[in-house]
């Protein structure tokens, strides 16, 4: 008889059992953790505590040779594990040591692992895939003029790496990024060893974040990039990236960013992370995005041909606010978005009205005479109607942006100025690295006003109509135009 090796036994052992619950576990299908906009998004049964991405590239055309490895805690007994994946080939997973077997389900991959996995025990999960940046250009991968970025918002990181893609499971990230030579690659957090040397003159890139981060604020670039280093207030670490051809023009752009950290540090406290910069990328998106760390921008914003120059400065606020509103502090549901956008909203407003070019009261007396065409459009603030099938970016309308930052109008003028300035420094305080949502926030604004302000705030985030605006009988009602 041929003799098998210790190794190869437990193989087959494993392979065998896989075989037997396949057997007996219905068809798999897609979970989700029931979010109110996107249903099947994220998963039950696991908290991940971190994942460690690595992707091999070699152009923005051809698929990239990954590997995610992804570290949680089983929450339940698990004899199947989804994560959110798609728009990409699998080719093999492993749970805690040994083979799983993998299905889709929709967007989910379903892997079946050789024994059921118990509560509370640690839970390693392998997946070798590639990850697409062809096709579709709903969100994922970026193609750039010289590579590749990520815009992940809202429901597309499992389009990039096999996920919990629900901003309610923050992990902790390390990137690992191999490009040919020529080619830089950046991801968030700060850099690991000193980029290393691959096979054919390859080099890879290594990168962490040091803070817990949701799926869809996870950034990488790759492209022939200039890294521009800076200080900004208390020895922060400011690092921009920029086409290496426009360094010399987007300069003093990346010159201002110092500044705003120092001005949204005096509004709302120290900067949430490790290090900050900006990401600017040429390709057409349509939107500016908050990923953690290295906000990312088109580069036509900055081409000073379309828009003002005090315009860009406050939408470069608005991305920056949301390192705290949204990176720091992270929604529970996507339905909590009014908090992310309303507040990078009304910070941006606050800067151009610093700058004398659009005043507060101006933007919100506009957003007001508005708010009931926007509600019937897209639903109230805190109850935003879902995107239509295949336009997720749809979710992203005017009544979670400036109608949500009319809402944070109304609280200020309600409860005066400083107790609002008390409930954005505390709201910061008390969920920093953490998430929380729409009841979070009116409970704790009712605690620092000292009276219950949910009466006075439903019927702003819930509302078909409009309340009448407090200290503003001159604005009336509403006016949809």
Known sequence: MQLTSPRKRAALLAAASLTLVAAVLPPPKPLGIGDPLFPELGNPGYDVLSYDLSFTYKDNKSPLEAV???DARALKPLERINLDFTRGTVASAEVNGQPARFETAGEDLVLTPASPVAPNV???????????????????????????????????????????????????????????????????????????????????WTYRTLHPMATELAQVSVGDSAVVRGTGPHGLPL??????????????????????????????????????????????????????????????????????????????????????????????AWSDLWLNEGHATWYEALYADGLGKY?????????YQRSDQWRAAGGPPAAPK???????????????????????????????????????????????????????FVRLASQEAGRDLEPFLRPWLYGATTPAMPGHPEWGGPKSV
Not at 155 to 160: F, L, M, Q, S, Y
Not at 257 to 263: Q, S
Not at 397 to 408: H, N, Q, S, T
Request: a neutral charge; hydrophobic letters at 40%; glycine letters at 8%.
């Open 68 to 70: 995610t490895v992804i």
């Open 386 to 440: 879902p995107a239509a099938p295949g336009q997720k970016i749809g979710l992203f309308r005017p009544v979670v942006y400036d109608g949500a930052a009319l809402v944070l109008y109304a609280l200020r003028q309600e409860i005066g100025a400083a107790a609002f300035d008390r409930v954005e420094r505390r709201w910061l305080r008390d969920h920093k690295d953490a998430t929380a949502g729409t009841d979070d």
């Open 239 to 332: 690092r921009h990236v920029v086409p290496s051809a426009d360094r010399q023009r987007l300069d003093p752009w990346l010159k201002k960013t110092a500044a705003h950290v120092e001005w949204m540090e005096k509004q709302v406290g120290r900067y949430p992370f490790e290090n900050y910069g900006v990401l600017i990328a040429r390709a057409k998106t349509g939107f500016e995005l908050e990923t953690q760390t290295l906000s990312l921008f088109e580069s036509g914003l900055f081409s000073g041909e379309v828009y003002p120059e005090w315009y860009v400065e406050a939408v470069m606020v608005h991305e920056l606010a949301h390192q705290w509103f949204g990176d720091s502090v992270t929604p529970k």
């Open 122 to 204: 640690p839970l390693h999960i392998t997946v070798r895939h590639t990850s697409d940046p062809r096709g579709r250009s709903d969100g994922g991968w970026v193609t750039t003029d010289d590579g590749l970025a990520m815009a992940n918002q809202a429901d597309a990181a499992h389009r990039v790496f096999p996920c919990n893609d629900h901003p309610a499971d923050k992990a902790y990230f390390t990137f690992r990024i191999t490009a040919p030579a020529g080619v830089t690659a950046v991801a968030n957090g700060v850099p690991g060893a000193m980029p290393a040397r691959a096979a054919a003159g390859a080099t890879t």
């Open 359 to 367: 005043s507060m009261e101006r933007r919100m007396r506009e957003a």
